[in-house]
């Protein structure tokens, strides 16, 4: 029998990794919390009506890139392809709102969606993101596009365009649907097929194209900042004008039009442009999607705004961060494994040492002295504290510091001082 393998386009992030990961949480989390969000944790999976009422019908999650099973035959689940619709029905299903006007939530967690593995396009992806819900204002997309830049900052990440633009309310999207299927449709026959098929299901979409066939077509297409109302272009400008003032550089771009159905006016995407991300080139996008909580049900309008970011893309975005080992130190017992006084003074030393706050290594193999000297070397033990049996009868413990090779017998609790006192330096 062959040995297990990991699901197509799903990852493992091993130990040597995982501490990039961290990172980025622990900057995450610093971020969010000096702008005011708090952290929401929603289940991986929802009812599938959810995605397909929120995110759209129409759109290319919803009709192939959704993971959805039954539940034991009862309803329909889907593993969530992102964290919007599952933090709108939270908000509604636990009445925050009428407990706050104005709330602020983040999120980060594992996204599923069934899309080809590229490098930097995943099944399992993480996302990190912010929603705001209650707060119609310009203001409130502004600074949370800046909160965007200042997190991908913090992560080092400096080639980075910030693209934005305006959907309008849903009158304008519904009237520049028409424009755009009026210019499209007689070029029907030299678009690419993926946007002849978009040109039924989802004709802005078409915008988004990278296909060589469309680039010449789309460039002509009427623009949607063209169709905004009075008070779409008052916001949009709005927003323009407080990024300039928070000195975030942004470009607009007419063609933006984002891969999910929800969004209303102010739209945005993140993208790196250092080119080590190839043609997954979008760290992340967000924007504004006051019609959201009507269309699942509530029964009011609530307005909101949000954005996802793509973990992986921005770990390889990233800089590598300079290695840093914490302090640790080892703790070896000259003694087999079958000496229980020994390995056991020794696991109580480390035991002590761990409830001290200190990181200590123990191999409880017990082999030789070599190897376990060996291995306190490869973990970058900055002292190696050493117990045989005389040390044991005399309570009493051999520390080495590695650095200068020194070694001092001193009594066991002399010995965790000296290692606290090392440790504070
Ligand atoms: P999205 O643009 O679909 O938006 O995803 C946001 C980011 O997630 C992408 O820019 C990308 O970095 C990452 N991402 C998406 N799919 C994959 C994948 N297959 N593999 C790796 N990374 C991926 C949303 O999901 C919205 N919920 C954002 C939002 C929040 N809008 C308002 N609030």
Known sequence: MAPPIAVTGMNDILPGESARWQALETAFRTVCDRYGYREVRTPVCEYVELFSRGIGGGTDIVQKEMYTFDDRGERTLALRPEGTAGAVRAVLEHGVLAKEP??????????????????????????????????????????????ATRFIRDLGITDFKVRVNSLGGEGTRARYRDALVAYFTPLREQLSPESQSRLERNPLRILDSKDPRDIPLKAAAPSILDALDADDRAHFDAVCALLTTLEVAHVVDPTLVRGLDYYTRTVFEIVDTSGSLGAQDALGGGGRYDR?????????????????????????????????????????????????TVTGAALALARDLRARGVTAHVDTRFVSMKSQFRRADDLGAAAVLILGDSEVQAGEVTVKTMATGEQTRLPRAQAIEAVLAARSV
């Open 102 to 147: 104005v709330v602020r939530w983040c999120y980060i967690g594992p996204m599923f969606r069934a899309e080809r593995p590229a490098k930097g396009r995943y099944r399992q992806f993480y996302q990190v993101g912010v929603e705001v819900y209650g707060d119609p204002s310009p203001a409130a997309d502004a600074e949370c596009i800046e909160l």
């Open 292 to 340: 959201l909580f009507l269309n699942l049900g509530a029964d009011a309008s609530v307005p909101a705004f949000g954005f996802g970011l793509g973990v992986e893309r921005l770990l390889l975005s990233a800089p590598e961060p300079v290695a840093r080992k914490g302090f640790s130190v080892a703790v070896v017992a000259a003694a087999k494994g079958d000496n229980l």
